[in-house]
Every structure is written in C-alpha cells, then in structure tokens.
C-alpha cells in the first residue's frame, strides 16, 4: 500500500485528464515517452503503440533513442546491427503526425560509448576518440570496479570528433523531421581524464558547458533546438542526490556556463525530488523524468503542479510538464504492457507507471 503522503490529490488527478494532446509552449503541458527505437521488425509494432496507446492517452511528445541503430548515409561505417531504414523511420514520423506527437530523436553524446563489456559503434571504429584509451574493457564487467567504468566518454577536445557525431546528429534530425535533438550528457563519470593529453588539468565544469554549447550552436545554425539530461548540472554532494542522479565530479558548476535555450530533463526515480524548480530559477525550460514507480511518478505530477499554481508567471512558464522514461528494449516494455505477468519490477514497474501517469480514454488500466 503506498504512504498517503505520496498518493496524489484529488486535483492533481484531475489534471492527469486535462493535460491536452498537442505541445505548445505557451500552454499545453508537455506528455512525454522516451524509449529506444524499435526493432528492425518491430516498427509496425511501435507505431500501432502510437496509434492505439500514446494517441488515447494524449501523449504529445516522442523522444526516441536512435543511437548507431539508422542506416546513415554520411556515416555507414557507424550503422549498427538491426538499424532502422530512413523508410521505417517515415512510417514513425506519420503515425505522430497524425496524432500531433512532436518527435524528438537522441543519439548519446560524450558519455555512455560503451555498455559492460563493449564499446559502442563510435569508439569501435573511431578508438582514437576514446577519453580513456587506457581503460581496457573487461571480459566480465562488475560495479564497482577499480577503473571507475561506468561508460565510456570521447574526448570532446578530439580535433576530428565533432565532424564525425554532427554527420549523425543532421541526418537523423532530418530524418525524423525533428525542430529538436537530445543529447543524452548523462552520467558523465570519464572527462578531463588526467591522462588525456587534450583534456588533463582542465576544469570539468568547462569541459562539459563547452560540449554542450558547441551542440547547441551546430544545432541552432538550422534553428533546431537542443535537449539534453539534467544530472551532470546537480551538485552530488551539496544535494545528497549522490554520483547517479547528480554530478560528484565538479561538472556541476556548468550550469551557469551553458545557454538558457537549452531544455532540460530532470530525471529522478527513488523520490519527487524538487529540483526542476532550481532548473527554473537558474533560467532553463525543464521537464521532469518518471521511471518505475507509480508512487515517486504521480507525486512528481502533483509537484509540477503545485509549481505551476504557486509559481509567478515567469518560472510557472519554465516547467513544462512530465516525461515517463523506458529503459528496456521497445519490445520489452510493449511485452509488460500487454501481458502484464512481468515479475521483474524494471519491466512491470515502467508500465504500471505509464499507465499512472497517462489514462486512456478507451480503457480501465
């Protein structure tokens, strides 16, 4: 039985059914999904969730996690296995037209270019651009480990690293027809290594403001917008938020280095911690981030709105709205959501909090 102290208000539910099904800036709250692209096989799959699921329950925006999983025409050397064709991508972007979901594709950059014991597709082909070459990836990966390695980074003072990721970044924004990209920037743990003979001895927090800025700029030169995760932006030690939800490696700082225009996604997953409310009061747009419990999601909705109540005008605008996060495969989640006989609270929990935060209006969840 969750604590009544977490259960919504009777008018924060209320709101669940008055949130609208198209994303302004000025008034509809954002209802968002991020979830990785599906399958090869899997696109009819994903787009009649679209249709049948995310439509019904007036879910306005769609970030998609594409990574090295598109068949890129600039970059073919980076296409990875069971990469979507530009047409499964098309039959997406209709099924969202449709129903006026706004589409937003990510591709992570700097940080997580390797998963346990693997590095992913850019420093697979291009290692020179790995931060930390000396870091060998281990035939069984465990946390914690004596290398710190959570993921790997590239080096964002590699003189040829941008001209590779800004290939990916303009194809897949035309691509998906997209006015905005996300770029990831979480969980940084791998910058300004002491033994990159680019990065050592520089400021972490400058490093990390600079990436970011240099995104936003090749982005803004065809007026798209940038969105990128909000820990790195955290102070880890001064919050009690720790090295996972917030930055314990001085990238913090960056915050007040970086461009107003940047949107960010505050996630946070054990509590409703407040912090989109500093993300406003530091001038940024903001949304924050659901994942696997019900509870800590609609306490989060009831905290968005309480901010847009008791907030003045130029804050309340700032925050706006809500994004339940999916960290398993497309498949995997849509497997939960039908069946519903998931024991594993990573698959059933994503869903249960999916259906918490946005009721259909063709049926009882």
Not at 40 to 59: C, D, P, Q
Not at 116 to 139: A, C, G, R, S, W
Not at 247 to 263: E, G, P, Q, Y
């Amino acid at each position: 039985m969750p604590s009544t102290r977490l259960l919504p208000t009777l008018f924060a539910l209320a709101v669940l059914t008055l949130l609208g099904s198209e994303i302004t800036a000025k008034s509809e709250p954002l209802r968002g999904l991020s979830i990785a692209a599906p399958a090869k096989g899997s696109v009819a799959r994903f787009t009649r969730f679209i249709e049948e699921e995310l439509a019904a329950r007036n879910v306005n925006t769609l970030l998609i996690r594409i990574d090295y999983r598109f068949e890129y025409q600039s970059r073919p050397e980076l296409v990875d296995d069971g990469a979507l064709s530009l047409g499964d991508v098309k039959q997406i972007v209709a099924a969202c037209r449709r129903h006026d979901i706004t589409l937003i594709p990510q591709i992570n950059l700097l940080g997580h270019q390797s998963w346990h014991t693997k590095v992913n597709k850019l420093l697979e082909v291009y290692p020179e651009f790995d931060e930390t070459p000396h870091v060998v990836m281990p035939e069984t990966y465990e946390w914690p480990n004596d290398d710190g390695l959570y993921c790997k980074s590239y080096c964002p003072l590699h003189p040829d690293v941008h001209d590779v990721v800004f290939d990916l970044v303009d194809e897949i924004v035309d691509a998906f027809e997209a006015n905005a990209f996300h770029a990831g920037m979480d969980e940084v743990f791998y910058i300004g290594d002491d033994r990159c003979p680019r990065c050592a001895g520089k400021d972490k927090a400058v490093l990390f403001a600079n990436e970011v800025e240099k995104i936003r700029a090749h982005l803004a030169q065809t007026g798209k917008d940038l969105w990128i995760w909000g820990d790195r932006l955290l102070d880890g030690v001064t919050t009690g938020l720790g090295m996972w939800e917030a930055s314990a490696n001085d990238t913090h700082r960056a915050i007040d280095l970086i461009s107003k225009d940047v949107v960010i996604c505050d996630w946070h997953y054990e509590r409703a911690e407040p912090t989109a409310a500093y993300f406003a009061m530091k001038g940024f747009t903001v949304a924050t981030c659901a994942w696997n419990k019900p509870q800590v999601a609609l306490a989060q909705l009831e905290q968005f709105h309480r901010f847009k109540q008791n907030a003045n005008p130029t804050l309340a605008k700032r925050h706006i709205g809500l994004i339940h996060t999916v960290w398993s495969s497309a498949d995997a989640f849509f497997d939960a959501f039908e069946n519903g006989d998931s024991n594993d609270d990573n698959r059933q929990g994503p869903v249960d909090t999916f259906k918490a935060l946005f009721k259909s209006s063709h049926s009882e969840d």
